[in-house]
């Protein structure tokens, strides 16, 4: 081990050793701390590193109690019984975890210095040992994870780089053992949907290095679609977010926000039109304060997880310098809501301006060649001309449809035809659970009073199979009156366009 490597251990040794001690005492802390924000990689302290993965292996087999025996079962079949001998077996972290008794409250504050440590790490490998040399009012000791990556991150600014074009170089052949290793350790797999499993498992997750576009006609409930979806994921998950809005206010947000939160977390209804209206009665108030209480209880009171910006005039090179500004304080998760052409340019069609606003977007989305490696969401409209399309594709977004080029993920909904539900000439079967049979089986869709069933086309889909290559279409029951949108099952529309 380095010098300065050893010396940021012996610093980080206590709060790795109790992160590992309170995982073990509350196993549960696995499923709220995923693989992807806290690994062995993240341990300079090898035994706690073999611990707290070990604990992890634990966890995903259901044992909610570690035990000697069932520690040994799982020691064994990991072929790790002479690492696990070396650091003193099963009485070093049943030690370990009962001296962490008391401490769980700080668990937050251990994990953050954690993912400190591990940023200068990784700035050590950029800009050498002079991250952790203390100067002037530098001293790493005394800031946060937040405030050395925007430390160091102006000075990558200040400094500039000659030229336009970013280049990464790497051989392509070089490493495959390797980067085989790395996905086997560390899957690629992006932040869950909000209570959507098919829907996180078409794309796995939303993905940091990625544009996700979402394509809706209008007034069809894009942006409610993407708070239940995306923001309600943002705030269970504790993820940072920036929502770029130049449609719905702030305000218009947050009642979507509150109604969401009645319909998946308080289980209670007040009239979507009364927010509106306003005068509510004491019991409609009631709900509506409960319902914010609950999302603040969701996110652990912190108010500044959800970044919100509108922006009164749209011009991509705005957004680009708002997205450079809040990437550099931490925020990684962007919403643009709605995607559309920079205003006040005629130089160029607007087809063509949105295009090339959409390559800038992705410029700043990718991981390498010069970009920031974020997580984008893009909702986006249909053209008029694709409301008679059943089958969509990147067609349906009209003259700009090569806006797709620069998504990893193209989705496009509409609402089920008349004609698609039971007995219609274009009948759907949609694979779903049927309780009696108690199996998956392909039924039709009755019509509901007051319900109308929702298809999410996957049009491209560059982390998974799209609609083209064996993915079905995801059926969706939303209730718009409390912002739920149910996964029912998958059908299969057919193409039946020619282009």
Same mark, same amino acid.
């Given at each position: 081990?380095?010098?300065?490597?050893?010396?940021?251990?012996?610093? !980080?040794?206590?709060?790795? *050793? @109790?992160?590992?001690?309170?995982?073990?005492? /509350?196993?549960?802390? $696995? &499923?709220?701390?995923?693989?992807?924000?806290?690994?062995?990689?993240?341990?300079?302290?090898?035994?706690?590193?073999?611990?707290?993965?070990?604990?992890?292996?634990?966890?995903?087999?259901?044992?909610?109690?570690?035990?000697?025996?069932?520690?040994?079962?799982?020691?064994?079949?990991?072929?790790?019984?002479?690492?696990?001998?070396?650091?003193?077996?099963?009485?070093?972290?049943?030690?370990?975890?009962?001296?962490?008794?008391?401490?769980?409250?700080?668990?937050?504050?251990?994990?953050?210095?954690?993912?400190?440590?591990?940023? !200068?790490?990784?700035?050590? *490998? @950029?800009?050498?040992?002079?991250?952790?040399? /203390?100067?002037?009012? $530098? &001293?790493?000791?005394?800031?946060?994870?937040?405030?050395?990556?925007?430390?160091?991150?102006?000075?990558?600014?200040?400094?500039?780089?000659?030229?336009?074009?970013?280049?990464?170089?790497?051989?392509?052949?070089?490493?495959?053992?390797?980067?085989?290793?790395?996905?086997?350790?560390?899957?690629?797999?992006?932040?869950?949907?909000?209570?959507?499993?098919?829907?996180?498992?078409?794309?796995?997750?939303?993905?940091?290095?990625?544009?996700?576009?979402?394509?809706?006609?209008?007034?069809?409930?894009?942006?409610?679609?993407?708070?239940?979806?995306?923001?309600?994921?943002?705030?269970?998950?504790?993820?940072?977010?920036?929502?770029?809005?130049?449609?719905?206010?702030?305000?218009?947000?947050?009642?979507?926000?509150?109604?969401?939160?009645?319909?998946?977390?308080?289980?209670?209804?007040?009239?979507?039109?009364?927010?509106?209206?306003?005068?509510?009665?004491?019991?409609?108030?009631?709900?509506?304060?409960?319902?914010?209480?609950?999302?603040?209880?969701?996110?652990?009171?912190?108010?500044?997880?959800?970044?919100?910006?509108?922006?009164?005039?749209?011009?991509?090179?705005?957004?680009?310098?708002?997205?450079?500004?809040?990437?550099?304080?931490?925020?990684?998760?962007?919403?643009?809501?709605?995607?559309?052409?920079?205003?006040?340019?005629?130089?160029?069609?607007?087809?063509?301006?949105?295009?090339?606003?959409?390559?800038?977007?992705?410029?700043?989305?990718?991981?390498?060649?010069?970009?920031?490696?974020?997580?984008?969401?893009?909702?986006?409209?249909?053209?008029?001309?694709?409301?008679?399309?059943?089958?969509?594709?990147?067609?349906?977004?009209?003259?700009?449809?090569?806006?797709?080029?620069?998504?990893?993920?193209?989705?496009?909904?509409?609402?089920?035809?008349?004609?698609?539900?039971?007995?219609?000439?274009?009948?759907?079967?949609?694979?779903?659970?049927?309780?009696?049979?108690?199996?998956?089986?392909?039924?039709?869709?009755?019509?509901?009073?007051?319900?109308?069933?929702?298809?999410?086309?996957?049009?491209?889909?560059?982390?998974?199979?799209?609609?083209?290559?064996?993915?079905?279409?995801?059926?969706?029951?939303?209730?718009?009156?409390?912002?739920?949108?149910?996964?029912?099952?998958?059908?299969?529309?057919?193409?039946?366009?020619?282009?």
């Amino acid at each position: 081990m380095t010098d300065w490597k050893d010396r940021l251990s012996k610093e !980080i040794i206590a709060a790795e *050793g @109790y992160v590992t001690g309170l995982f073990w005492r /509350n196993p549960d802390n $696995y &499923n709220f701390y995923s693989e992807d924000k806290i690994n062995y990689k993240s341990f300079l302290n090898g035994a706690y590193g073999y611990y707290f993965t070990l604990g992890r292996k634990l966890s995903e087999k259901g044992i909610k109690v570690f035990d000697d025996i069932s520690v040994s079962q799982i020691v064994n079949e990991t072929n790790t019984v002479d690492t696990y001998n070396k650091y003193g077996g099963f009485e070093t972290i049943d030690e370990l975890a009962r001296e962490v008794k008391g401490k769980e409250d700080n668990l937050d504050a251990y994990y953050n210095e954690i993912k400190k440590i591990n940023l !200068i790490v990784k700035l050590i *490998g @950029y800009f050498g040992e002079k991250v952790i040399e /203390n100067e002037g009012k $530098y &001293n790493y000791r005394q800031m946060n994870k937040a405030q050395l990556h925007t430390y160091w991150n102006d000075k990558i600014l200040q400094i500039g780089i000659d030229g336009d074009n970013k280049y990464d170089e790497h051989y392509l052949l070089e490493g495959l053992e390797e980067e085989i290793d790395d996905w086997d350790e560390n899957p690629t797999v992006g932040l869950p949907f909000f209570e959507s499993k098919r829907m996180t498992k078409i794309t796995t997750g939303w993905d940091y290095g990625h544009v996700y576009m979402y394509g809706g006609f209008g007034g069809s409930g894009k942006t409610s679609l993407t708070v239940n979806k995306v923001i309600m994921s943002c705030i269970q998950q504790k993820e940072k977010l920036l929502v770029i809005a130049n449609e719905q206010s702030i305000s218009e947000f947050k009642k979507a926000l509150v109604v969401t939160s009645m319909g998946v977390g308080t289980k209670e209804y007040v009239d979507r039109q009364k927010l509106n209206e306003g005068n509510f009665t004491q019991e409609e108030k009631g709900k509506l304060v409960k319902a914010a209480k609950w999302v603040k209880e969701l996110c652990e009171g912190d108010e500044k997880l959800i970044t919100f910006v509108f922006m009164e005039n749209y011009i991509m090179d705005d957004v680009k310098k708002l997205i450079k500004h809040y990437a550099a304080r931490g925020i990684r998760r962007i919403i643009i809501d709605t995607g559309k052409p920079s205003e006040g340019d005629a130089s160029m069609a607007r087809w063509e301006r949105f295009v090339e606003d959409m390559k800038e977007v992705y410029k700043l989305a990718r991981p390498n060649g010069g970009g920031l490696n974020l997580a984008v969401w893009v909702n986006v409209q249909l053209a008029d001309s694709a409301l008679k399309m059943r089958f969509l594709n990147e067609y349906a977004l009209g003259d700009a449809k090569k806006i797709k080029n620069e998504a990893s993920v193209l989705i496009l909904g509409r609402f089920m035809w008349n004609d698609e539900y039971e007995g219609g000439k274009h009948e759907l079967l949609v694979n779903q659970w049927d309780e009696f049979v108690g199996d998956y089986v392909d039924k039709a869709m009755k019509r509901e009073k007051g319900l109308q069933y929702y298809l999410l086309f996957y049009s491209k889909n560059r982390r998974g199979m799209d609609n083209k290559t064996g993915q079905k279409v995801l059926v969706l029951k939303p209730y718009f009156s409390i912002n739920t949108w149910y996964e029912v099952g998958y059908t299969t529309v057919y193409d039946d366009h020619y282009y």
